[in-house]
């Protein structure tokens, strides 16, 4: 069983190597970008992570930020609730805006349809087109168009950088809304910062330890502790899956593998 935490987020070839006669690795999260899979491979040893335990939880976290940067409680926030009825503190309502959904997976679907359900217009990007009543664009449509972003997809390989600076300059006062992975490799997270303190877009995102606290930034940041996951709920069923991959594993029969 293997716990992030323990790890710093990252189990290499030599935490691995240490444990002999090692046969699999029960990860406790959705994410497995932490571990080193070609070791694994290699080795012949399984890997098997918890998967959507957290769905609902992730996306009602983003619905949130998106309703955060929407009303300007980040600024609200920063000036101590000071009632200010002029153009900078003017909000917006989201119905009839166009949400861009990055990653049509397990989490980004649900994204989808709860912003449908808020009368929202929703576009998407996927690798593949997905069987849904919502339409698919390239990314450069996503940050043209759309007022709020969801970037909903995993870190790997093909997904690092998938968000380029050029796609970050085509925005024009959009919300760009981190949730899913916190991951920094995904993106310019300094250039969506100093756009964002300049007034261009709204942003919001998680904090590592280490950071800034929201006070700390100008303009309309949303900053939050990871706890986008961090529901009872979520929880109980990371737990009852942790358990079942385990028990699985040990009886030879091991389920939601890592390919």
Known sequence: MADPDWYNWNITANHLSMIKNLKGVCLSTTAFDWIDLDYCKEHKIVVCN???????????????????????????????????Y???????????KTVG????????????NMCNALGMNVIYWNRSEKENKY???????????????????????????????????????????NIVNNSRELYNHDLLLEKAENGEISYAFELYDNEKKMYDYKGNIMVTAPYAFYTKEAIDRLVEIWCQNVIALANNHAQNMVK
């Open 50 to 84: 918890i998967p959507k335990y957290s769905t609902d939880s992730v996306a009602e976290y983003g619905i949130f930020l998106m309703m955060c940067l929407a009303k300007k409680f980040p600024i609200q926030v920063k000036t101590d609730y000071k009632t200010d």
């Open 86 to 96: 002029s153009n900078s503190m003017l909000t917006t309502e989201i119905r009839n």
């Open 101 to 112: 959904v990055i990653g049509l997976g397990t989490i980004g679907s649900k994204i989808a």
């Open 135 to 177: 339409k698919r664009v390239d990314l450069e449509t996503i940050f043209k168009e759309a007022d709020f972003i969801f970037p909903a997809f995993a870190t790997n390989d093909e997904t690092k950088k998938l968000i380029t600076d050029q796609l970050i300059h085509l925005m024009n006062g959009n919300a760009f809304i």
